[in-house]
C-alpha cells in the first residue's frame, strides 16, 4: 500500500504524467491518502479561493480512501522525541504523516526525500521522477 503526500497530490492535479502513470500501475485501490494530507490541500484549495482546486479534492476523496492518524499518535510522539533528541526535528504535519505510513505499513509516496530520509525504517519513493 501506497501512501500519498500531499505535494505528491498536487503534482497530480496539476497533471504530472509519471503520477498518474504510476498510480494506474500499482493500481488505485492500492493507494491511500493521510487525514493531514487532506488537511493541507484543503488549507491551500481555501487560501487560492480556487473551485477547480475544491472540485479536485472532492474528485479525491471520491477516488483514494483516507487513512485516519489516530493509530499512530503513540508513534508520532515516539519519532519526535527522537529527532529531537538528535538535533533534527521535523514539522508536526510531517511526523504524523510519517507515522502514519510507518504504523500501517505504508510505502510514503513524497517529492521531498531528503526531508523524509532521516525518518528510520520509513519506505520511500518519489514518483515525481519520469
Known amino acids: 500500500?501506497?501512501?500519498?503526500?500531499?505535494d505528491t497530490l498536487i503534482a497530480?492535479?496539476?497533471g504530472l504524467?509519471?503520477?498518474?502513470?504510476?498510480?494506474?500501475?500499482?493500481?488505485i485501490p492500492n493507494c491511500v491518502v493521510?487525514?493531514?494530507?487532506?488537511?493541507?490541500?484543503?488549507v491551500g484549495a481555501y487560501k487560492s479561493k480556487s473551485s477547480k482546486e475544491e472540485s479536485f479534492?472532492?474528485?479525491?476523496?471520491?477516488l483514494i480512501p483516507t487513512v485516519p492518524i489516530s493509530s499512530a499518535i503513540k508513534k508520532y510522539a515516539l519519532?519526535?522525541?527522537?529527532?529531537?533528541?538528535?538535533g533534527t526535528r521535523?514539522?508536526?504535519?510531517?511526523?504524523?504523516i510519517a507515522a502514519t505510513a510507518l504504523v500501517n505499513d505504508y510505502t510514503l509516496v513524497s517529492h521531498?526525500?531528503?526531508h523524509f530520509s532521516r525518518i528510520p525504517g520509513l519506505k520511500l519513493e518519489d514518483w515525481t521522477q519520469e
Open 1 to 6: 500500500m501506497y501512501l500519498i503526500d500531499s
Open 12 to 14: 497530480l492535479g496539476k
Open 17 to 27: 504524467v509519471s503520477i498518474q502513470q504510476k498510480m494506474n500501475r500499482v493500481g
Open 34 to 42: 493521510s487525514e493531514i494530507s487532506m488537511a493541507e490541500l484543503y
Open 57 to 62: 479534492l472532492t474528485f479525491l476523496e471520491n
Open 79 to 86: 519519532l519526535r522525541a527522537q529527532l529531537e533528541a538528535l
Open 90 to 96: 521535523l514539522e508536526d504535519m510531517d511526523l504524523f
Open 112 to 114: 521531498n526525500t531528503g
